[in-house]
């Protein structure tokens, strides 16, 4: 039973998937823009009396980037966005896979799945702008679904009650069918979308 | 010993301090709930009745909605011995907001001394100081604290509340109980989000004590006696006149038309959707709720460095729910967005305050248990988060007291008291008849708090012109803010005054003789 349903979450995540088929880039929170942080930092000090020593600790490069690395790379991991983007099903694998990772001995799927999903947005946060479209896009996907699919699957061969399994499945892929075919609207906060 | 108290108490001071220092200048002004707030508590300390002359109201009604009574009561206290000042309007947030940092203290030591499993007793001091010293320094609560914000009363009787409640549990002396339960029905008097919020908890008490075998018939009489107190408001909320905000804010708008099958469907997952927002690392960590008068632009509720803490010790709690400590805290994240979920803009700041309680007890458990460590590559990674925490807590107030206000000035009311000041030089002096082109909207709420008997006429921004029928007088000042405003080119008129955004060279109004 726990293949067919991981296969069943694995076709819905590939159907949420072929929504971001209708857009032409990821929106500016996934990745740094070079020219925005420059003039963040030059607006913040413009015009300002600060003591010179307040803007080279407080105002330079390498506070402004790291920050930047940090927001843009964290916003892979928006609940919202990942809901448009991996499904509630896929969402809640997410979930249980980060539980897992912290709580059980690593194997080395683990090692494989966290390392894909750990690196994958940091990849994206730094050359996402540059790279084709279609290409990151399945890049992500990939590295989140491989993630979600082996939470998932702990959750299911870690679960011993029968009942709890079929309604944790049961509501998740419900609440993915439902959100596929009538809550699909809100992609275009996450993605430009080719009109 | 001595040391700790010593720690304990400068800690104290220290939230004093950040609370306190500067309070009318950072945030800039006093934005348009603080007027509203400023201006009926006003009304009734020198009338007895709010701005629309009902005595004593149970609920004051605003511009569109209407305002919970606690933080309005407290302000007219404030009022009664500062007079009409800014500062008053903002004391009882100061003044709630550095008595929940107590309160959280006195909270968790109560949690460690009733689940001795929750802290080792060797760690509790430091576990103990580390969480009421990131209360202190929360952004989160310094910013809300700073602010006539209803929001931080509710919160103070909010912790105080669960401070009671867990006391209780231990002592069970039943004045704590009523005064737990009394707090809690508070609460509901204090913001909208705890008419979720307070129900749940409330039933959540009932369940503890259950479950512990402490329910007697006098303890249902005072859960009962609460539940009357909780239902007037909570009754109101279902009225028409009650529901004025949520109609305002529901998430659910434009969907209202959708089949009623459609709505069973999708209510729920914009509620997920809304709800799961809450408890991302974006909102909590990296960017806020984008609203610049709950967050600083560029930071998030709480530090960036916080962020590992938390996901570590949330999954620790969940792996330990069964311990009263990890359970007590997961209930209040969980519970904490339930009001936000149901509204828009989802993620709000101000609705998921409650959350900074649990939030700031599990960093504080990270940070405890990276103290203690005796691993040698954690010690190292503790050194290293210690610089950054240091660094990014320099950051956060180096912006908000050094360039937040200027970077938000508008958004704080920026020019509203400069202009009602120089109106009233005016009319007093010539006899002007006052028109004033809508500033930003709601324009009469500073009108009213900073001279309540400045006559004005207030008219659409565009439109045709027409003399208001009102003004007989000959003389005319007109204000506006649209630099190229079109009625100036039909209208021969003479440039009276520029009022800047204060400590800026921003005009924010010009004021014609016409």
């Known amino acids: 039973m726990n293949k067919v349903i991981i296969i069943l979450i694995l076709i819905v995540q590939v159907l949420f998937l072929t929504n971001f088929f209708q857009c032409h880039y990821f929106n500016e929170p996934f990745y740094i823009h070079t020219r925005d942080v420059n003039l963040q930092l030059e607006g913040d000090i413009h015009g300002s009396k600060l003591p010179l020593w307040t803007i080279r600790l407080f105002h330079n490069k390498i506070e402004a980037y790291a920050i930047a690395f940090y927001d843009s790379y964290f916003y892979y991991f928006y609940f919202p966005f990942l809901l448009y983007f991996l499904s509630p099903a896929g969402l809640l694998g997410l979930l ?18 966290l390392t894909a999903v750990v690196i994958a947005p940091a990849i994206g946060a730094l050359v996402l702008g540059k790279l084709p479209f279609k290409i990151s896009l399945f890049a992500l996907w990939l590295s989140f679904v491989v993630f979600s699919l082996y939470g998932y699957h702990t959750f299911l061969t870690h679960q011993k009650s029968k009942l709890i399994i079929i309604l944790t499945t049961g509501i998740a892929l419900g609440a993915s069918i439902a959100w596929f075919l009538f809550y699909n609207d809100g992609i275009g906060a996450y993605c430009h979308i080719v009109h | 010993m001595k040391l700790y108290t010593a720690a304990l108490i400068a800690i104290f001071v220290l939230a004093f301090i950040i609370r306190f220092i500067g309070l009318t200048q950072v945030p800039p002004g006093l934005y348009i709930d603080e007027v509203s707030i400023g201006y009926n508590a006003y009304k009734i300390l020198t009338t007895g009745k709010d701005e629309y002359g009902a005595p004593m109201p149970m609920v004051f009604k605003a511009f569109g909605e209407y305002k919970m009574p606690v933080y309005i009561y407290l302000t007219v206290a404030a009022m009664a011995i500062l007079g009409k000042t800014e500062f008053a309007v903002r004391l009882p947030g100061a003044a709630t907001g550095m008595a929940t940092v107590v309160i959280f203290y006195f909270l968790l030591r109560e949690v460690t001394t ?3 499993t929750f802290v080792e007793k060797k760690r509790e001091h430091a576990y103990l100081l580390f969480a009421t010293l990131l209360f202190t320094l929360s952004p989160w609560h310094v910013m809300f604290s700073r602010t006539g914000f209803e929001a931080t009363a509710g919160l103070f009787f909010y912790i105080l509340s669960l401070y009671l409640f867990v006391r209780f549990l231990r002592i069970k002396n039943p004045v704590l109980l009523t005064g737990s339960l009394l707090s809690l029905a508070t609460t ?3 913001y909208n989000s705890y008419k979720a919020a307070a129900p749940v908890t409330f039933l959540f008490f009932l369940y503890l004590l259950l479950k512990n075998k402490m329910v007697t018939k006098k303890i249902w009489g005072r859960f009962i006696i609460t539940a009357l107190i909780m239902a007037p408001m909570l009754l109101f909320t279902l009225t028409a006149s009650g529901s ?28 997920l959707q809304n709800y799961s927002s809450y408890l991302s690392t974006t909102y909590l960590f990296s960017w806020g709720d984008g609203w610049d008068r709950q967050h600083v632009p560029g930071f998030g509720n709480q530090p960036r460095w916080q962020l590992l803490f938390f996901l570590y010790v949330f999954v620790l709690a969940i792996l330990y729910r069964k311990r009263f400590g990890f359970a007590f805290l997961l209930f ?13 803009p989802s993620p709000h700041a101000v609705r998921s305050l409650p959350l900074i309680i649990p939030f700031i007890a599990f960093v504080a458990y990270g940070c405890t248990q990276l103290l203690f460590t005796e691993k040698r590559y954690l010690k190292i990674a503790g050194i290293f988060l210690l610089s950054i925490a240091l660094y990014e807590t320099g950051l956060f107030y180096h912006y908000y007291f050094n360039l937040y206000p200027h970077e938000t000035i508008i958004s704080w009311g920026g020019g509203y008291k400069d202009t009602v000041q120089a109106l009233t030089a005016y009319q007093t002096q010539n006899k002007y008849a006052v028109i004033v082109s809508q500033i930003v909207g709601n324009d009469y709420a500073f009108f009213k708090y900073y001279n309540d008997k400045l006559q004005y006429t207030e008219i659409a921004p565009t439109g045709p012109w027409q003399r208001p029928n009102k003004t007989l007088t000959p003389k005319l000042l007109y204000v506006t803010a649209n630099a190229k405003d079109p009625r100036l080119t039909i209208l021969p008129h003479k440039l009276l005054k520029e ?16």
């Open chain 2, 332 to 344: 209040l994240v969980f519970v904490s967005p339930l009001a936000g979920g149901l509204t828009r």
């Open chain 2, 244 to 271: 004025t905000r949520f109609a305002q804010t529901s998430a659910f708008v434009g969907y209202e038309s959708k089949p009623l099958q459609v709505k069973l469907l999708t209510y729920p997952l914009i509620y």
């Open chain 2, 188 to 190: 509901v008097y204090s």
């Open chain 2, 114 to 116: 009733f689940d001795k």
């Open chain 2, 499 to 514: 009022i800047y955004s204060p400590g800026t060279t921003d005009v924010f109004v010009r004021i014609y003789e016409i």
């Open chain 1, 96 to 113: 249980s896979g980060t539980y897992f990772v912290i709580t059980r001995k690593k194997s080395r799927l683990t090692w494989f799945a």
